[in-house]
């Protein structure tokens, strides 16, 4: 791995008066009336399915590179899912997909947990599940508590496909379990060997210290008692897969939301990557290790075949968003290396150390914004290291975590960071839902269904679809001035596609200045079209607020 590099990042000005959080005249509500505009009643701007063959892009069907921008949305409570249900507190109605597809947003990083798709019957620390002994069949599977919880899961993503917004299910989990103040694995995964469970003062994420959650994640993780509990954990995720294969506003997996462990390897050292890519791939797929990397040694009851290979025996069309551990959010080093497994898709969280034990907030937005940069260059050398033969130059990368703050200028800094890198994101989070490991900071829409001033920064000019091989693109929230330039792909037929917030940036309309190709949308469009020319080496795209000048 490359040494940190400095780096000092400027903190953007946007010119938006008032406290960070403050509301925005003029932005949409989740009361404003249904959105009907081009991205919805007309061709959607990206057609999947959404392809990872190597290197750093995702592709759609028309052999476009595709930039994905979104939302986490996830209720970490009972019933530990979000879907349509008036006047209840995990209500998703089509109010959110509409104000969302508005915003520009194309993908929903939608949450469920092992919890709410198994939560069998028995307790913590049962002795037939938590005994050491060969992983068998604990028994705790329901097929009709399975059954209902994922057609609740599908009505929410056919409601997201309607307003063109693709989703990524997210296996979340937060400190494994409710009794760690957390969400995740069921009561019957938790094996603590009876250690008392503490309650440590600070930030909910103190509980990851805890030696009863230590001992539980190490159980999970060595798969070393008597229920099996990986083996669970990917027949599970079994079901998932098959009942969303063919789905065609599915993108794909994230296995596990932000793996953890202090239980297996020492805090700044390996960490736990070796044992975390056994858990991705089984000891069958165990063959490549990054130059550097300690020995890879599977805890000997892992499954053959791990939950990757699972998805993907169930799936074999949609990606899996595979993170590395859980420090590697804040920038440190990962060993996590290729997997000879196709459809992969490296899937980065940016968070800052400095932030206020209550909000999340950045504590110093300037420091905040430089380690954020070295995160994201640090994830951006390790990507093209995970190459294997299934996919060449490494898989492709989406930061699908980030923000979770109110400060609008810190998130004008990560924003222009990542467009500078190119890559896609999803914005943490869409609302707050009384998240036991979260604060109302950390949410785009507010209780009232108003938005924050961040939607502003979020809401972007952005390539969606691009019809070659994108050299740059960037955004200027303080002036709404937008630049793409790539090479065409000639071959390609269907156009680039950027789309504009006419609504929130452009009131007064846009001008579309294109070399290289022309304008084959109407003036005005939120879905601004770019056909290339028949020739030539090079396409170029302003968008600049108010009418042309002749």
Excluded at 134 to 153: A, E, F, G, S, V
Excluded at 179 to 194: M, R
Aim: with cysteine.
């Amino acid at each position: 791995m490359a040494a940190a590099l400095v780096v000092t990042v400027p903190i953007v000005a946007l010119g938006v008066a008032g406290p960070a959080s403050a509301v925005v005249a003029g932005l949409p509500t989740l009361r404003s009336p249904s959105f009907s505009g081009a991205s919805v009643s007309g061709a959607p701007a990206v057609i999947g399915p959404i392809r990872s063959p190597g290197g750093p892009f995702l592709y759609d069907s028309q052999g476009r590179v595709v930039f994905l921008h979104g939302v986490d949305a996830v209720y970490k409570r009972k019933p530990f899912e979000l879907y349509t249900d008036p006047a209840k507190p995990w209500n998703f109605s089509a109010s959110d997909a509409s104000l969302m597809a508005r915003l520009g947003f194309d993908v929903v990083r939608l949450g469920m947990t092992w919890s709410g798709l198994e939560p069998g019957k028995a307790n913590a620390n049962d002795p037939a599940i938590c005994d050491p002994g060969k992983p068998t069949n604990p028994h705790q599977l329901n097929l009709t508590t399975l059954d209902r919880y994922l057609t609740h899961l599908k009505q929410t993503v056919d409601l997201l496909g309607r307003y063109h917004i693709f989703t990524i299910l997210d296996m979340h989990q937060d400190v494994y379990n409710q009794a760690f103040d957390g969400e995740g694995a069921p009561s019957w995964a938790v094996c603590t060997n009876h250690v008392a469970m503490t309650d440590p003062p600070g930030r909910w994420s103190g509980e990851y210290s805890t030696t009863a959650a230590r001992v539980a994640f190490g159980h999970f993780w060595n798969n070393d008692v008597r229920g099996d509990l990986q083996g669970q954990y990917d027949q599970v995720w079994g079901y998932v897969a098959k009942a969303f294969r063919g789905d065609a506003w599915v993108i794909g997996y994230d296995p596990f939301n932000e793996p953890y462990s202090t239980s297996l390897v020492p805090y700044r050292g390996e960490h736990f990557d070796a044992q975390l890519q056994c858990f991705y791939t089984g000891t069958k797929y165990i063959k490549i290790q990054l130059t550097g990397a300690p020995t890879l040694h599977c805890p000997r009851n892992d499954p053959a075949s791990g939950v990757v290979p699972t998805i993907l025996a169930n799936d074999p069309s949609h990606l899996v968003f595979d993170e590395p551990d859980n420090y590697g959010t804040s920038g440190y080093v990962t060993f996590l290396g290729p997997m000879r497994l196709r459809n992969l898709v490296y899937n980065v969280h940016l968070y800052c150390g400095a932030r206020s034990p209550v909000t999340g907030n950045p504590t110093n937005v300037s420091l905040c914004a430089s380690q954020a940069a070295r995160s994201l260059g640090k994830r951006h050398r390790d990507r093209p290291e995970m190459a294997s033969h299934t996919q060449p130059g490494g898989p492709a990368w989406l930061v699908t975590e980030f923000g979770a703050t109110s400060s609008a200028a810190y998130l004008a800094s990560v924003t222009a960071l990542m467009d500078d890198e190119q890559v896609g994101w999803i914005y943490w989070s869409w609302k707050y839902y009384g998240d036991p490991t979260g604060s109302a900071a950390e949410s785009l829409v507010m209780s009232d269904g108003r938005l924050k001033a961040t939607a502003r920064v979020l809401s972007r000019t952005y390539p969606e679809a691009v019809a070659g091989r994108p050299i740059s693109f960037d955004y200027a929230p303080g002036t709404d001035v937008f630049h793409l330039a790539y090479t065409p792909n000639h071959r390609i037929q269907a156009p680039t596609v950027v789309f504009v917030p006419t609504q929130i940036h452009y009131p007064r309309g846009y001008c579309a200045e294109v070399t290289g190709g022309r304008v084959t949308s109407a003036a005005g469009s939120d879905l601004l079209e770019v056909t290339n020319a028949r020739t030539g080496r090079l396409v170029t795209v302003t968008v600049e607020p108010g009418a042309c000048t002749p």
